[in-house]
């Protein structure tokens, strides 16, 4: 443990380095449990481990974490504070001792109220947005990351399949939510990679719906499930939509587009493709269709610790993948008042090619139900 | 709904003029879902609500929640932006829109990559942290949010004595944490309101402890867990101990005290205390005990949308608690490497004096298991 600590480590003061700044600092979070090796929460509480560009790390530890902290094995200077006294002064004496004029944050994780006692401790700290490039070493798995994010999504699958074997017209989708996330706990999810969007009709055209309450599915529904479990602190991100009882010929041939559209990306990624050159490939079948304006979203995102995380697959970002990135490939149309449908799944890049993570069917299917 | 979201708005426009301060932002999270009656998740898209002292409220819409923002019937200025243009020019267009130059912003949920979007957009904004101010909307809660807390607390508790009656010897703390979390979600809860905590032995003298795949539970030990269900966006949070097969005689003076000063808290409690006050008897007890260098925590914090939320029961917090305030009430003592007690109760505080929403027993408990 104590020699990957060091690397990982190492690896956050080549990337101050890079950046050109003192230090960079990470706060509980994917990026500070892949350094740490040890997962801490995010809550009201300051919690901060700078890593200096030249020279030791220090941290800022609440005094109740500190047993936790011990078990990281940590041995740079560690500035601890009580609730009773507050944390100003601790962010001073953190900041004297290491002395640094510019500091890279995660502009995504790090709260305003963390940004603000840092310049209240030193009013002339430059303080940069370093989400990219201290994220960006998250981007290339190993392979005990692809095991754990293996894991987590055969046990997604397992609780798909579960979930749409037991979906009866009339349930709501709130019902069926709830079914889903019992199957993901019951085959082995350590968490919910994120809360399920369990959508149907009309709500499957929204991208970011919440399950209804007071909306039971019915014959000719799209019913679009997009939801992950978490495993070994991975989180799985997968996304099928199947129709109810029947599927009217729109139906079909949207299906049939965007299923084109999450193939067209297999066929394009392999590594050294952009992340452009993956957006603009896969959208490009959707444009070409007579659904077009029924375009809302980018390709995907990268998934790892974290459920949206870098490359985001848009186009205009010209990043180069290598191998051993994953990212999710999730075309999809929605026409507002109608319908939508969606399609991810999670995709390893390799030398070669690339390989899909995520095994469960993709054929239109239509559940009797 | 309208009439209750104009409310809202409003109320948020009051917090700027108390504060002097042109206007306040709300990002997603537990204030913007109170203010338009609608959950929105916090993700990589900035998401921002802006009511200013005087006029008309406007938001920052990522262009893919535009349908679900349909849904909250907001009648002011909307700015949206799609991924592949970015949201640099969106923010200049907001902020040039509400022409302010002081904004009070949630510290505690807002993070740094908003907070510099709105300073390129416009270099002389003045940013103050109102977490405190803004989140005091939240304080006293209303009949309906006392229901949600109940029912998340019911549900919390019926799944504590279903997973107590299945813990066995020889389990790893892994194993009941999952039993626990499939027992949350069978009794309906709609989500846990955090992962939750469930340490024994020498785990649980850690206050954040993480449940462990390789140690399994043995007689003698003291087994804790820390859980809550989230139903209708309200969060429950309980801890009970209990002790399996045996408790020692040490064990059983720790429970003594801890109980002795949760039970203090109830005496002390009733609107109009301070949470100094009510910090200051509760770790009164402990300190006159003989643990008292078992203290490691304050006695609690606000319950409601957030599972840690104002007011924070502290001594050195002289703010007043009025009738409507929840908070939790949980004391503990934690000797490292040997074992700690908890026991958290959620309090209500009233004209009269204060009622507990948790019913579940709290009397030393040994488990023949």
Redo the contacts between chains.
Sequence with gaps: MKNLLSDRLAEYGDVASALGVDAVALVPGPNFTRAVIH???S??RPFLLVVPARGTPAALVP???L??WDLVGFDGAVFDWR??DGYDACFSDLLNHLQITTLG?????????V??AMLRAQPDLK?I?A?REISALRMIKTPDDIDALTSAIEISERALERTLASVRLGQTEKEIE?TL??NL??E?A???A??PIVAAGDGS??????ARADYAVKAGDALLLDFGARKHGFAADITRTVFLDYATDEAKAVYDTVLRANLTGFDVTRAGVTAHQIDDAVTGVLEASPFADRI???TG?GLGRDV?EAP?I???NHQVLPAGTVYTNEPGLYE?DNFGVRIEDDVLITEEGCASLTQFPKELTVLKC
């Design positions: 997962p801490f929460m809550h009201e005094n109740l974490e047993r936790s609730d009773q944050v995660e502009g995504q994780v790090m709260r305003v109220f940004h603000h303080i947005d989400e709830q996330i019992q706990f019951a082995g350590e968490d919910q994120f809360h055209a929204r991208p970011h719906a919440k809302r979203t980018k995102h949206h985001y848009m186009r205009g507002i």
